[in-house]
């Protein structure tokens, strides 16, 4: 809990497919699919000093949220983060919604364990596959989520680079 008060309001789903439209379009999502998903949750923007985040829950917080800034009161985070925003309004995704995406979007590449093992240290690795796109949604041979990365297509292979990936949280979040 944070005495410095933070901005929490509530969104509707229709509210956060707009801030999602450039994320859903560079996946190649589905935005029905996606925009269902989403109506069944609680949404929810954090506005801090530095920067927003999104989050969903499935319970409603509002009551709660309301007691307690009447009290001085300040959550800092509700529920799961799923994006990040700037002043700025630059949109980060952030790894829970890799998990949600996986099932909604087509841009999205399947690896063997030893490739995933390097991904999830944050290293670029090297396919000779031809990939058509600039960025991927990477998962394992399960169709788990497990990083986001930028796709650079070489003359005879293609590098795929991590953005941001699970073994993050281990390197360097926290």
Same mark, same amino acid.
């Given at each position: 809990?944070?005495?410095?008060?933070?901005?929490?309001?509530?969104?509707?789903?229709?509210?956060?497919?707009?801030?999602?439209?450039? $994320?859903?379009?560079?996946?190649?999502?589905?935005?029905?699919?996606?925009?269902?998903?989403?109506?069944?949750?609680?949404?929810?923007?954090?506005?801090?000093?530095?920067?927003?985040?999104?989050?969903?829950?499935?319970?409603?917080?509002?009551?709660?949220?309301?007691?307690?800034?009447?009290?001085?009161?300040?959550?800092?985070?509700?529920?799961?983060?799923?994006?990040?925003?700037?002043?700025?309004?630059?949109?980060?995704?952030?790894?829970?919604?890799?998990?949600?995406?996986?099932?909604?979007?087509?841009?999205?590449?399947?690896?063997?364990?030893?490739?995933?093992?390097?991904?999830? %240290?944050?290293?670029? $690795?090297?396919?000779?596959?031809?990939?058509?796109?600039?960025?991927?949604?990477?998962?394992?041979?399960?169709?788990?989520? $497990?990083?986001?990365?930028?796709?650079?297509?070489?003359?005879?292979?293609?590098?795929? $680079?991590?953005?941001?990936?699970?073994?993050? %949280?281990?390197?360097?979040?926290?």
């Amino acid at each position: 809990m944070s005495s410095q008060k933070m901005l929490v309001k509530t969104i509707s789903a229709h509210e956060l497919m707009g801030i999602l439209e450039k $994320i859903i379009m560079e996946f190649d999502c589905s935005y029905d699919e996606i925009y269902e998903h989403f109506s069944k949750c609680y949404i929810y923007e954090i506005i801090g000093e530095k920067f927003s985040q999104i989050s969903l829950s499935t319970s409603d917080f509002s009551n709660i949220i309301n007691v307690m800034s009447k009290i001085g009161l300040h959550p800092y985070m509700i529920g799961t983060p799923i994006l990040r925003v700037t002043k700025s309004k630059k949109i980060f995704p952030l790894l829970p919604l890799g998990n949600i995406l996986t099932k909604y979007c087509k841009k999205i590449i399947r690896l063997n364990e030893n490739l995933i093992n390097k991904i999830i %240290y944050g290293k670029t $690795i090297e396919i000779n596959d031809k990939i058509g796109f600039n960025r991927a949604i990477i998962v394992n041979k399960y169709g788990e989520f $497990i990083a986001y990365a930028k796709i650079k297509r070489e003359k005879n292979y293609t590098l795929i $680079i991590p953005e941001l990936d699970i073994g993050w %949280y281990l390197r360097k979040g926290g």
